[in-house]
């Protein structure tokens, strides 16, 4: 057998390995408190998931359109004019099985060897992944604390080269919850205004988990981008759909021809049925959606508060998603091994920093898609063993 060799550049999203790991402990009987994998802890709101039930009732058993149903479309485009003020065509959007979709059709479009792509680290792994796998050069933007995981706009643009294809983006931010602030946006704009063949990816899949006057700023407000900028979105994190794989882009008119050729040659179409909830999902009542933000809100200030009691971590207050990235250089262990510690020694699941880029070392990430008691519980068995480590002593 002979693979083909841009496997072997393939890399993973270590959060699912780490939820595999802590399922074992857990049917071994230990106490697991789980702090690593990124989905609502949530159910989804009743009217949408009756709304794939009686679609499969209706009998929508069948292949869609390969860019998805049209009136989905239709309510997509009517979302984005309500919460990105921006008019779109509903042709411009494209339906696929989870936001992921989107990211790996966009890499693919525009990666090959001898390109550059450029991608926020600590950030999503799978963009660093897929851009290794097409061949092009990945370059990260690095994310640093002291800008509260922002990136900076000038360092970005001094990045860009003439191999430069594709620029990828992400506020509100997973690993570190950090919401990119609108004077950045702005310059970073105007200095790409200067490399009018460099491509976008915004990616807003958490544009509705934002906390505390922080501002969503979707690129899409940006006129002199919009002929060459995909935004990726969907479903998963804003009414937890995460398992019914659904998500959108919103792409320029001359690639829609081209991503629904992908997807009839990959997955044909997105299910039916989840099709028809999405559109119940948009067009219903919102409020689960303030309600889970409010509870994620209260679950952020707790971790946060508590975090910060623990000898040797510290963190900032993030201002999107449900992710707090604590520094935990005062502890002594780097990223791996922490989270290894944490796993092992104290039942906690949580995700090396460095699973995020090499950015990532010197932290750790909590999801905090888990109830407060829990949230507590695991925060009190940190602390407690802190004291024996000796975490947060100068050495
Ligand atoms: N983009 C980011 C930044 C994410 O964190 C995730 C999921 O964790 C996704 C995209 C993918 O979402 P989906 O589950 O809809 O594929």
Redesign the pocket.
Known sequence: MQLASGLARLGTESAFELLARAKVLEAQGHDIINLGI?QPDFRTPDHIVEAGQQALADGHHGYTPGNGILPLREAVAEDVAKFRAVEINPDQVVIVP???VT?WYAILMFGEPGAEIMYPNPG?PIYESVINYSGAKAVPIPLREENQFAFDAEEVLDKVTSATRLVIL?SPA?PTGGVVPREQFDRLVRGLEAHPEVMVLS?E?YSRLLYEGAEFVSLLEYESLRDRLII?D?W?KTYAM?GWRI?YGVWPEPLVDIVTRLNINSVSCTNAATQFAAIAALSGPQDSVAEMARAFDERRKLIVQETNLIPGFSSILPQGAFYTMPNITGTGLAAKQMETFLLDELGIAAVAGTSFGAYGEGYIRFSYANSSENIQRAMDRIRERAVTENWGKES
Do not use: A
Request: charged content about 15%; proline content about 0%; aromatic content about 6%.
């Open positions: 990124g989870g936001g992921k990211m999503f992400n997973n990616d899949i990726l969907g998963s995460t998500g």
